[in-house]
């Protein structure tokens, strides 16, 4: 393992460094990858973002994305870069299986790896660790190593400010979960104080669906919304029909489990999708209701307490199915 002093010591002098993160990558994801990118061209490091898939079209705004690199629309390019990188900076995720076939590559690479995240259970492939599951967002934990760790707090320019408190506003969802805590706030004011115009941020994350997105949430509150009242439980389920009638794109998908978690009465949201090669889950729960431990122990998946993935190699039907059969080993939880 490195300690900080041999991390400083590779950082100051400029370096081959790839910045990546999980597939299909969200707000948190992309921000603190641009974020930490921002950050380390200034110091003069040849800096390049691999996303190792496409991701919502609601976050190409974001400074510097023309320069991110698709995994999969450019594989040899990708994997060049890995194999000649210095360091390679691992971001909001800890299982080199999150990042599907970039995952070899990156294991068998010589380069230094530096894990930034805030999930539990972390794989032992790291060599530097920037860890704390009590974060709400990778890109809080980015800021508090650009700011604390390093002692760089000067070089949070307004691209760097811009890209971590878009990671932070849409991990947290929108300050609302219950590890959004002061600190966070604080560092969400340096951030504004660095130049992230806070108000245009949440416009451009919130306010750009398409028509077709929104009519496919009509279709998904109107028609596939199920409520389960015995155990407080809202299923939202979609079928591949379903994606192909509303022409949805990456992205088109994302949040709407939390609508189905705003009805006062439920406590455990679950958003069931049948993709081409599996069916995903996402679940959402209030208080101290852990969804991540139905997706560790059922669904081949986890995440945090409250906002938590998973996969199914069943159909559709069976997946749901499943996840109904379940609920009242836990339904002591979900009535209290």
Known sequence: MLDLASLTELLAQPKKIVITTHHKPDGDAMGSSLGLYHYLVQLGHHAKVIAPTDYPDFLAWMPGNEEVIIYTENLQQSATLIAEADLIFCLDFNALGRINEMGELVRQSSAYKVMIDHHLDPEDFDDYRHWDIRACATAQLVYDFIADVLNKKELVSKDVATCLYTGILTDSASFRLPNTTSAVHRIAADLIDAGAVNWRIHELIYNSSSENRLRFLGHCLANRLEILPEFNTAIIW?????????????????????????????????????????????????????????????????????????????????????????????????IQ
């Open 238 to 334: 979609v079928t591949k029909a379903d994606l192909d009638q509303y022409d949805s794109n990456t992205g088109d998908t994302e949040g709407i489990v939390n609508y189905a978690l705003s009805i006062g009465s439920i406590k455990l949201a679950a958003f069931i999708v049948d993709r081409k090669d599996k069916v995903k889950l996402s679940l959402r729960s209030k208080g101290e209701f852990p969804a991540n431990d139905i997706c560790k122990r059922y669904f081949e998946g986890g995440g945090h307490r409250n906002a938590a993935g998973g996969q199914s190699a069943d159909t559709l039907e069976g997946t749901i199915n499943k996840f109904k059969s379940i609920l009242p080993e836990y339904k002591k939880l979900l």
